[in-house]
């Protein structure tokens, strides 16, 4: 009987070993941590923030990173309007930050802003007026915070918008205006993007896309706003023909890696795509009556990286007005594998752009850093 208790006890005290032992279920907050860490700038003099900025009454998150200080400043404005882009940076844009010092910045109504805010007291706020005003606070402060007295802009999609404005108020503070899926006329954009929805729904004989699509005929006609009911038709069946990600039926795999950025908590994570919903009410609409087209002339240098198969925001349509525009220098930039996300779609040549064709502009600033 001992004999049998003895045993009885080593094997409770084998399989509790092994309980103790077995390997726990891997959690977002192991990958963040892992994501974290790999990305760490361990650089001497290297800049890793991660904080809230009042800007327009309201406290604003914002990430600034970069492995040398004396590195030129980009700031970037994400699309949507309250499509972030701080939490899928973590995958975009370690390698900028060997050549610039990048600030992400969750916009009001969007992302760490929305959550760090009381909705019912910021929503009534989220007008194009106070976007644009935000915009110009925003890069007064980056510009005050980190020394320089230029930066680069680079606006994404809706971000776009507001880098366009920012470039036509204040150009001497820019070394560059880069627009990355450029909004130009958004009406035009948007009838050429149902007209090619339409065209795509045909060959493919889905009958469910062309009675979706004709439904919402006629589409973005006159200056009337395009409902946000029958936008939502619009891009369902052009993202899924891979009009804003090439070769993939929409974002999934964007929205998928946002559960993996390092800056955002759980709350955080809880909240963003209530903060792109509330934006998009707020904003989208009045937005897509926007039309540059009277916009002839910019007096800073302008660069603009278009994807070849953009639906989302016409690239066809961005490089028409562009090539009627005046800069001091100007260049387009084809990306040809990329529709509206070039940035994920095509990150190594993104980055070869940026230093190739935007970092030469602070050429006079990095010598003088360098003395």
């Known amino acids: 009987m001992r004999f049998v208790l003895l045993l009885t006890l080593l094997a409770l005290g084998a399989i509790s070993a092994h309980a103790a032992d077995a390997p726990r279920a891997f959690t977002r907050a192991d990958a963040t941590s892992a994501i974290a860490d790999m990305r760490k700038i361990v650089v001497p003099g290297g800049i890793?923030?991660?904080?809230?900025?009042r800007i327009g009454g309201i406290d604003q998150w914002i990430s600034i990173r970069g492995n040398n200080p004396r590195n030129p400043v980009l700031l970037m404005l994400h699309g949507g309007p309250g499509w972030v882009a701080m939490p899928t940076s973590w995958y975009f844009q370690r390698g900028w930050e060997e050549y610039f010092t990048v600030v992400q910045w969750d916009q009001r109504g969007a992302g760490k802003t929305y959550a760090s805010n009381d909705p019912a007291l910021v929503t009534p706020t989220l007008n194009v007026a106070q976007?644009?005003?935000?915009?110009e606070e925003m890069a007064a402060w980056v510009r005050r915070e980190l020394g320089k007295e230029k930066i680069f802009v680079l606006g994404h999609s809706w971000g776009?918008?507001?880098g366009l404005e920012l470039a036509r108020r204040k150009p001497q503070w820019l070394h560059a205006y880069i627009g990355m899926g450029q909004v130009a006329n958004a009406p035009e954009s948007e009838r050429r993007g149902w007209a090619w929805a339409l065209e795509m729904a045909r060959k493919d004989?889905?009958?469910?896309a062309i009675a979706e699509l004709q439904s919402v005929a006629p589409y973005a006609q006159g200056a009337e706003r395009v409902p946000v009911a029958d936008l939502m038709k619009q891009r369902k069946w052009l993202n899924y023909y891979g009009g804003m990600v090439y070769g993939r039926d929409g974002g999934s795999a964007e929205a998928a890696a946002v559960k993996l950025a390092p800056e955002y908590t759980d709350d955080d994570l809880a909240k963003v795509w209530q903060g792109i919903d509330t934006s998009v009410d707020a904003l989208l609409s009045n937005v897509l009556t926007t039309d540059f087209s009277n916009v002839k002339a910019l007096d800073c240098p302008v660069i603009l990286f278009l994807g070849r198969h953009d639906r989302n925001v016409s690239s066809t349509v961005a490089a028409e007005w562009f090539e009627q525009l005046q800069a001091p220098s100007k260049r387009v930039v084809w990306f040809e594998n990329s529709a509206h996300e070039m940035m994920n779609e095509e990150p190594g040549k993104t980055l070869l752009s940026l230093v190739q064709y935007a970092r030469p502009f602070a050429a006079d600033e990095l010598v003088a850093e360098a003395r």
Do not use: C, F, I, Q
């Open 205 to 208: 004989r889905n009958a469910e």
């Open 131 to 135: 976007m644009v005003a935000d915009t």
């Open 160 to 162: 776009s918008y507001l």
């Open 48 to 53: 890793e923030r991660l904080e809230k900025v």
